[in-house]
């Protein structure tokens, strides 16, 4: 290979791009990026951006001065064709064509935009730099915020917000915030953690419609049980979707992103791969397709998929644990493993807001979670990847305090 393209300058791209040169590829690397600032760690915008305590500076991610790289910015792509092996580009100048003997599609997940009309300002969402910097400036003259929404971004956004005086008003359509990804354990304890904060947390509530004042701009949130929440500000935090929309054409299976077996490679094409929020792989060590959006999973698979590419990986494919975490009231929730499919939990500690909990399927452990729990979770990565008996931790439950 001469030309390769990486398709998003997502940390899965830029991991991609750093281990191509680490591995010695010294021809053309193309990074394609919509976003026309230098790459920036995407965590903060749900936390630091908002209230100020960091900005572009503070966030942007170092490019390494060996790293030599061609960048197109400011444009959107709009299609792929693995028969002419090339990617089309849209921007300023026109529409452009990018030739490449290899190609990493690391293109990201796309926020759900607020699927209410009429469209009112005041509604955001949450996705990028530019987004949370409009949000930040509405905050400065608000109140009151509104979130539809409690998974992750909904939850992080709401300790912040709580954190810098306002009201917070957590709207969520299933029985518990998270419970769906963590459990009725840990969710109930999330709720209760955030409740105590003075958050309030309205589960199984449906948006019949977002209000407008008389300025136009949005005043509250309607439901459907005809309960009325005031709002200055609205948060539409309702999940994402891989960004495949340039990929329709391309003849390649995006039931759920970019369809590759365990090596990352892209089926169905020649010489791509994908990784980060957009590839669905089949995951070794569970054995069984997933896709994941988090930070630390984009960065080991972008470079596992550079090396894939280059036909210098491990033959057995990309197994991951993976690792999450998020910030809330200065305390890290941590998750390490998958909890889909679990049929047992078991409490492993519990001491105010900390929580230690493992899930397990069959008595395989398969994910530690907590919050507050330093090095803890951490600390059962080996067993996790070794496939651990449930009855053998390390921490057993016999030591759970109430």
Not at 3 to 22: D, E, F, T, Y
Not at 24 to 48: I, M, Q, W
Not at 68 to 91: E, F, I, K, Y
Not at 309 to 326: C, I, N
């Amino acid at each position: 290979m001469k030309n390769i393209v990486i398709a998003g300058a997502s940390i899965a791209g830029l991991s991609a791009a750093r281990q191509l040169r680490k591995s010695g590829f010294t021809g053309t690397v193309t990074l394609v990026d919509r976003d026309v600032r230098d790459p920036y760690r995407r965590p903060e915008v749900s936390k630091g951006l908002l209230n100020g305590k960091a900005d572009g500076t503070s966030i942007a991610v170092k490019w390494p001065d060996d790293l030599p790289l061609d960048r197109v910015t400011g444009v959107r792509l709009t299609g792929l064709d693995t028969s002419a092996r090339h990617v089309a580009v849209d921007g300023p100048d026109g529409r452009r064509e990018l030739s490449y003997d290899g190609l990493v599609i690391a293109t990201g997940v796309d926020a759900r935009r607020s699927p209410f009309t009429p469209q009112l300002d005041g509604v955001h969402t949450l996705r990028n730099f530019d987004d949370a910097h409009r949000m930040a400036e509405a905050l400065r003259g608000a109140s009151s915020v509104a979130i539809v929404g409690g998974g992750f971004i909904g939850l992080e956004v709401a300790a912040v917000v709580r954190e810098m005086g306002k009201t917070v008003t957590v709207l969520e359509a299933s029985p518990r915030p998270l419970g769906r990804v963590l459990g009725d354990v840990f969710s109930d304890h999330m709720a209760t953690m955030h409740r105590s904060r003075d958050i309030e947390i309205l589960c199984e509530a449906t948006v019949a419609e977002l209000a407008a004042g008389l300025d136009g701009a949005v005043c509250g949130v309607r439901l459907d049980d005809g309960r009325f929440v005031d709002a200055d500000i609205v948060l539409v935090a309702i999940g994402s979707a891989p960004a495949v929309d340039w990929l329709a054409g391309a003849g390649l299976d995006l039931t759920d992103g970019v369809r590759c077996d365990s090596t990352c490679a892209v089926e169905g094409a020649t010489d791509i791969v994908a990784a980060g929020d957009v590839a669905s792989w089949w995951n070794p060590l569970y054995d069984r397709r997933m896709r994941v959006e988090h930070w630390t999973n984009a960065i080991e698979q972008g470079t596992y998929a550079a090396r894939r590419l280059l036909g210098d990986h491990e033959l057995d494919g990309f197994s991951s644990a993976p690792y999450f975490w998020s910030d809330q009231y200065g305390m890290r929730l941590q998750s390490i493993g998958t909890t889909i499919g679990h049929d047992r939990v078991d409490v492993l500690e519990r001491d105010g807001d900390r929580l230690v909990v493992a899930y397990s399927i069959g008595g395989r452990v398969t994910c530690v979670a907590g919050i507050n729990a330093g090095t803890a979770v951490m600390s059962f990565r080996k067993q996790i990847l070794d496939g651990a008996s449930a009855d053998s931790l390390s921490m057993p439950v016999a030591k759970v305090r109430a």
